[in-house]
């Protein structure tokens, strides 16, 4: 047993305690799951500003560019956009290695900035370049645009225009829709999490680890633009990036703040009608993924840091406030293990979540409820792994 799965860690280059992981809860379900996560999805979610457009719209403006895209059957407010592929890679004489995260955005189409690039040599402008991963997997190709040198050295800049890629998707990013505010790139769960935490226009909320702002700057959109959102943030390098959001999106009712979300001052003791905790995760449900080198070590460290969060809300919220908890990963550990902290050690409950088209959660011992989880799993899905919780604190 134990040969057989060093076989499947090399072949999937998914690390050994992922796999066993896996293996523990889904047994031979295991290699689907890995199959899965390794594609992206489908199809493409994108969450549509109602503040700004309407879904027809950006659909109506897709098509003009000769894209062709539908509303989600179950969410108005989600458009779908095909992703093409698998395609295959020319393979050119001359070679870019990246980084395991640049690896899997270029997979899908996107363009090769210098950040990415850790090695090349004897690259020209203009050059016809292979894009390989650290393994030596072939991932796109494209045309350099700058030297290997400048590659190397320059800290910014499109260094290789990618020209063939696995996967195909419209770049949302460099589009006129992007820049004009109508949308924002969001899985479909994601996209859920703020319908579920159900925010009110007259409401205070508060959300512990929002950069970039993905479900900060939809809370905002479902207010209306009134109420009260206060976002934190522990990374500065983010914060600017939820900034950018909220101009772009023209929200007014969100405001941001840098600082460590386990300990927030005294002002913000009690005082939450609802919380949004989307904390650090071992986001093993994000796709497509080529390598995964977590440790089990990883994911106990990961839950003890979540766990301080936790502990953290239960200053924060209102007496019979409501906390929506989620994560990108599929480890029982950090999502229902979680919740068992919860309830066991605060007066809270799970309950129902009113926009549910994922699988309960997993059933643990002695965890009330723990079919009003969600759960979205890459094999039947057709999203990123994800798992969402809802609460209620009786304090
Ligand atoms: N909710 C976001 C994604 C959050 S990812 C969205 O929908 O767009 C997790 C975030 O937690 C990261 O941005 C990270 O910087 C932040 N984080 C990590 N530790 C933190 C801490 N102690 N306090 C506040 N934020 C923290």
Redo the contacts with the bound molecule.
């Keep these: 047993m134990c040969k057989d799965f060093q076989n499947f860690s090399k072949k999937y280059q998914f690390s050994q305690d992922v796999i066993n992981l896996f293996w523990e809860k889904y047994g031979e379900r295991t290699e689907k799951i890995i199959q899965a996560l390794k594609q992206p999805s489908k199809n493409y979610a994108i969450r549509v500003n109602t503040l700004k457009v309407t879904s027809e719209k950006v659909i109506e403006i897709l098509q003009e560019m000769n894209i062709q895209a539908e509303i989600h059957p179950e969410l108005d407010e989600v458009v779908l956009l095909p992703v093409k592929g698998p395609f295959s890679v020319p393979e050119y004489e001359k070679k870019v290695v990246v980084d395991k995260f640049t690896a899997e955005s270029l997979i899908q189409g996107a363009d090769l900035f210098a950040p990415g690039v850790l090695r090349a040599s004897k690259i020209r402008l203009g050059d016809m370049v292979t894009i390989i991963d650290k393994t030596g997997e072939c991932i796109a190709a494209g045309k350099a645009m700058m030297t290997a040198r400048e590659m190397l050295q320059l800290k910014k800049g499109l260094a290789v225009k990618i020209l063939y890629s696995r996967y195909k998707i419209f770049s949302i990013r460099e589009s006129q829709l992007f820049k004009k505010g109508y949308i924002f790139d969001q899985s479909f769960p994601?996209i859920l999490v703020s319908k579920i935490l159900d925010p009110q226009p007259y409401e205070f909320v508060l959300?512990?680890?929002?950069?970039?702002?993905?479900?900060?700057t939809h809370i905002a959109q479902i207010m209306r633009n009134k109420g009260c959102i206060i976002a934190?943030?522990?990374?500065k390098p983010?914060i600017k990036r939820i900034k950018e959001h909220i101009l772009r999106l023209g929200i007014k009712n969100l405001q941001v703040f840098h600082?460590?979300?386990?300990n927030l001052p005294e002002k913000y003791h009690h005082c939450a009608d609802k919380i949004?905790l989307?904390?650090?995760c071992s986001a093993l449900g994000v796709r497509p993924k080529l390598q995964v080198f977590t440790t089990k070590r990883d994911i106990i460290n990961l839950v003890r840091y979540q766990r301080q969060f936790l502990e953290a809300v239960a200053n924060y919220i209102k007496p019979n406030g409501i906390l929506v908890y989620c994560t990108c990963t599929l480890t029982t550990e950090e999502n229902e293990e979680n919740i068992k902290f919860l309830v066991d050690n605060f007066n809270c409950e799970i309950i129902e979540q009113s926009f549910f088209y994922g699988y309960p959660g997993e059933k643990i011992e002695n965890l009330p409820n723990w079919q009003k989880l969600q759960r979205f799993y890459p094999d039947i899905h057709d999203t990123p792994g994800y798992f969402i919780a809802k609460l209620r604190f009786r304090l």
Excluded: F, T, Y
């Design positions: 994601s959300d512990l680890c929002a950069a970039p702002g993905g479900k900060a934190i943030d522990r990374s983010r600082g460590d979300s386990r949004l989307d904390p650090p």
